[in-house]
């Protein structure tokens, strides 16, 4: 094992800047040499096994490898052996076709069922069962007969586990039951001491709330997408990105060119990363350029990196400025990577910052002129909110708990709120509760909505009737008929909602008081980390941090494209298994970019692991999910506080940034 990989396995699993333990570094080497693994392969290969496990805080330790190892060789067993069926099948297929009994296939049901935690064929073909549409009524037969068999409180354990076997759901743990709750995962900003809450709820909000995009432009049509509409919107986000190239950093318009025609004078080449192949991961040897109508007819040029000394990081979608040469007309040599400028940071005038300090106090009886303003208490919390084996939705509960006994100013939730891949929806398997039932042939899955969601939401309004709820809507959500992202928002009719709850677009831009805050439901960050391809020597070496500045480079809250395939995505409990996938409406991904400034806050829910990052002065915030297939999830509070201006400051005429990422302190914690 030479130095190199041995400094990258230290970079990768290291906690901190502690070097790994002799045995530790041994046990990798060892995997990677068994599996002919690179560093980054088996750092992926762990990262995968850790959220498929719901262990994302796992250390790296000589047993939990071996669990990782035993993982591994049981993965290769199994597909050794599906390999093995299916070369049998195919030699078979000349042979004359035979009237196949009832229990002839077994065959390879016995020879799977010898493998460890492997579904046999048998199970597999009871699994088949067509999937209901999910927008339909859900069924109501059993309450009417007053058979509560689908609740989770009702059935008996043999049933439970019959259903869970027959999809791919795994049994979840009860949620009284989970471990640890409360405890703080992750803390920015430590040194910002948390303040005790009130006694007692404010006089009045405290909160102003503007919309800093338009809303009214996400009503749009859709599944009516045109390829020639989605290509111009492509090619229009080439060329505005080489306007803001040109401008940034004082080019000469004949210094631009087409990447793929052949020329001995160097140039600068302005384009979208992309991949060779409509298969497999992005790679040195497959990424190429491509480029608009206008600069280069469309055409897509390989691109040589070696010039670049293993400094670089691309994914598939990212707009690239690229300065180099292409003297065969065969491939282009980069020579630099010229940088995207960004947004200008979010600023306000000096009396604007006074006044959202001042309504800080919630009241002119709350306190004494002379004392500070409590701090803002924002918490985020994303779906889904419910394990696999119920629909009972008591993390959601539980949040809204912890939102009334601290006297939370503002609750942002994303979607999904009834997950349409929850294995419960898909199937249409759940029971409505008894006060749903004044009219049960009528229930739709707004009435779900109603009565198992809304009450949590209008008994927090009730305990601190100031709050500012805000949910945020996912394409995976079932009451919602917008099916593209970027979405609208659900409408809310029949959901029986309090006049608190405000419901946004996705993504969607707003001022919380002068905070700028930028959200979207979409799991951008996952497809990132399994899209990107890095070079050794990365200009930001962290993961986390290198994958939200590409949201703020980019200025777009999904910038990859084409998005991650389907099959590739993290497992639900649906009978398939595969995810709903990103949705993308093509012709209206411009509605998906930041506009005017960067936010001083970006939240991105996603199934990595949960984390708060500064990143080019942005808080970029991963919540994590609330609930997980079999578990408990995370959340995250954000406390803010006032912002105090300086008398030249105050003086002055000039803009006064809101330093955001200086004064909240975030804590990401287990519900």
């Not at 070097?19 to 392969?41: C, D, F, G, K, R």
């Not at 549409?133 to 989770?152: A, D, F, G, I, Q």
């Amino acid at each position: 094992m030479n130095e190199a990989d041995t400094q990258e396995l230290n970079e990768r699993f290291a906690p901190g800047d502690r070097p790994l333990e002799h045995n530790i570094l041994v046990e990798l080497q060892s995997i990677m040499a068994l599996h002919s693994l690179s560093a980054q392969e088996l750092f992926f290969k762990w990262e995968s096994y850790c959220i498929r496990m719901d262990a994302n805080d796992m250390k790296v330790s000589v047993e939990t490898l071996g669990a990782f190892k035993q993982d591994l060789l049981d993965a290769l067993e199994r597909n050794n052996r599906s390999h093995q069926v299916h070369i049998k099948t195919e030699r078979r297929t000349g042979a004359t076709p035979r009237a196949v009994s009832k229990n002839a296939g077994d065959v390879f049901g016995m020879l799977e069922a010898m493998v460890p935690s492997t579904p046999s064929a048998r199970k597999l073909n009871r699994s088949a069962v067509k999937r209901k549409n999910p927008l339909e009524t859900p069924s109501v037969s059993r309450v009417k007969n007053n058979v509560l068999s689908s609740s989770p409180d009702h059935k008996s354990p043999l049933r439970i586990g019959s259903q869970l076997e027959s999809m791919n759901a795994v049994p979840a743990a009860s949620f009284n039951e989970r471990q640890n709750p409360g405890e703080l995962m992750e803390v920015l900003n430590e040194h910002l001491k948390p303040p005790e809450p009130p006694i007692a709820p404010f006089g009045e909000s405290r909160v102003k709330l503007t919309a800093a995009s338009d809303q009214k432009k996400l009503n749009y049509k859709t599944l009516a997408m045109k390829s020639s509409e989605a290509s111009e919107i492509l090619d229009d986000r080439i060329d505005d990105f080489l306007a803001l190239v040109r401008d940034h950093h004082k080019i000469d318009e004949d210094e631009f060119g087409n990447a793929a025609s052949q020329s001995t004078a160097e140039i600068v080449a302005v384009g979208r990363i992309a991949s060779d192949s409509a298969e497999g991961k992005l790679n040195a040897a497959s990424v190429v350029l491509e480029t608009s109508r206008r600069t280069g007819n469309g055409r897509r040029i390989p691109l040589k990196l070696d010039k670049l000394d293993e400094c670089y990081q691309f994914f598939p979608g990212q707009i690239v400025a690229l300065r180099g040469i292409n003297s065969s007309g065969k491939e282009f040599l980069v020579r630099e990577l010229l940088d995207i400028p960004l947004l200008h940071s979010a600023a306000s005038a000096p009396e604007t910052i006074e006044g959202h300090r001042e309504r800080l106090r919630g009241g002119p009886d709350a306190m004494d002129l002379g004392d500070e303003p409590a701090p803002l208490n924002v918490i985020f919390g994303s779906g889904p909110y419910s394990a696999d084996d119920n629909l009972d939705f008591e993390p959601l509960h539980a949040l809204c708990s912890q939102a009334a006994d601290t006297y939370a100013d503002v609750l942002v939730l994303t979607g999904p709120f009834i997950d349409v891949d929850h294995p419960l929806v898909a199937t249409g398997d759940f029971d409505l509760p008894e006060e749903a039932m004044d009219e049960p042939d009528t229930a739709t899955m707004s009435t779900v909505f109603k009565y198992m969601i809304s009450p949590a939401l209008n008994r927090l309004t009730a305990s601190n009737p100031h709050i500012t709820i805000i949910l945020v809507p996912s394409i995976r959500d079932v009451i919602d008929k917008h099916v593209s992202w970027p979405q609208e928002p659900f409408p809310r009719k029949d959901l029986g909602l309090a006049k608190a709850v405000r419901i946004i677009g996705n993504p969607m831009a707003l001022s919380i008081n002068e905070m700028v805050l930028g959200i979207s439901s979409q799991d951008i960050l996952w497809d990132l980390r399994h899209e990107e391809l890095v070079g050794s020597k990365p200009a930001t070496p962290n993961m986390m941090s290198r994958i939200s500045r590409y949201l703020i480079e980019q200025r777009h809250y999904f910038p990859i494209f084409p998005p991650t395939d389907r099959s590739k995505l993290p497992k639900v409990g649906t009978v398939e298994g595969i995810p709903t996938g990103a949705g993308l409406d093509t012709s209206y991904l411009k509605l998906g970019e930041m506009v005017n400034v960067r936010p001083d806050v970006v939240v991105v829910p996603s199934a990595l692991p949960p984390f708060a990052r500064v990143v080019e002065s942005v808080l970029v915030i991963n919540p994590g999910y609330l609930s997980k297939r079999r578990g408990a999830g995370t959340y995250a509070r954000m406390t803010l506080y006032p912002p105090k201006l300086t008398e030249e400051e105050v003086n002055s005429n000039a803009m006064v940034g809101h330093n955001i990422f200086e004064r909240a302190r975030v804590e990401i914690t287990r519900i």
